[in-house]
């Protein structure tokens, strides 16, 4: 990186940082752009340089979110599940206590400046639904074994299942929201999480590969129904 490239990185994280404090402390909806950037000591332009909209500001891994899992999916290895991927992610991220999860201490401050706020309420929506649009992308460009040769017909069916894998993950961490919101201990809300994710990422990797299954099963069947053909003709 270019010592300009670097400079550009530090004051887009010394905004970044700064705007957070203040949001922290104030609120989101009471503190103004205008003074983030006095606290930066940089230009209202400046910041507008960096983050295009207040929103994004707060939201400032907002890009690396939404694409998260659309990655996952087009970096797994061939031929794995996309849904154990997603799955095996977040148990290990539970199981390290990843910060993106909001099990470290100022997670509760961070979750009730969004709830706070009907913009940040509904810019999370946004991050949520762009982040499905993109696994929906990502399970088309690298499909499952149960849609090894998609065509236009198969489209709406990956949609649908990047709904199902999304909205099964926002479901794992809104529930950990909600434990650790009402109080809960973050740790107890992890062990409780993790193996209620464990099971409904698993039935969702049944599901998908039922299908698949049949067909083993059905080809079984004629190999063994073969053997027995040849030996009553032997």
Known sequence: MSLRET???????????TALELFREYGFDQVTVAEVARHV???????????????DLFFDRQAEVEGHLATLVRDRAPGTCPVETIRDDLLA????????LGLHPGALRFWQIIHDSPALRARE????????????TALAEHPPRTASAPNNADLPMLALLAGAIAGTHRAALREIKRRVMSG???????????????????????GLHADA??????????????????????
């Open 93 to 100: 991220a539970l199981q390290q206590d990843d910060p993106m």
């Open 41 to 55: 000591g940089v230009s209202t332009n400046t910041v507008f340089n960096y983050f295009p909209t207040k929103e």
């Open 125 to 136: 929506r946004e991050i949520g639904e762009r982040a499905e649009a993109a696994l929906a």
């Open 213 to 234: 299954a049949a067909q083993t099963s059905q080809e079984r069947q004629l190999s063994q129904q073969a053997r027995r053909d040849r030996r009553t003709h032997a």
């Open 184 to 206: 809960e201990p973050p740790a107890h809300a992890r062990d409780a999480i993790a193996p209620a994710a464990l099971q409904a990422f698993n039935l969702l990797c049944l």
């Open 7 to 17: 400079k550009k990185q530090q004051t887009r994280t010394a905004i970044a940082d």
